[in-house]
């Protein structure tokens, strides 16, 4: 059975109306290590998992299947670190 990650990052790939190829591209990664990751086959680093939460605007508890808010959390004030 394949983890709910990998539903979610297809749903979210295909609604952008892009490839593996093309979100392997704007993270830095092979389309191979991505189709993976979507897949199930393998673990993703948690950098890997905060890069496509940004890089497919939402945050990484939608990507992980903890919320059903899709909209990316509100970024922290520099200032306060």
Request: glycine residues 6%; charged residues 30%.
């Amino acid at each position: 059975m394949r983890p709910i990650t990998s539903d979610i990052l297809k749903e979210l790939r295909k609604d952008k109306k892009l490839t593996q190829k093309d979100i392997g591209t704007l993270i830095g990664i092979s389309q191979s290590t991505y189709c993976d990751y979507e897949n199930g086959v393998r673990d993703m680093p948690l950098n890997m998992l905060c890069c496509l939460a940004d890089t497919l605007g939402t945050s990484t508890d939608y990507i992980l299947g903890r919320t059903a808010e899709m909209r990316p959390y509100p970024k922290r004030n520099e200032a306060l670190n």
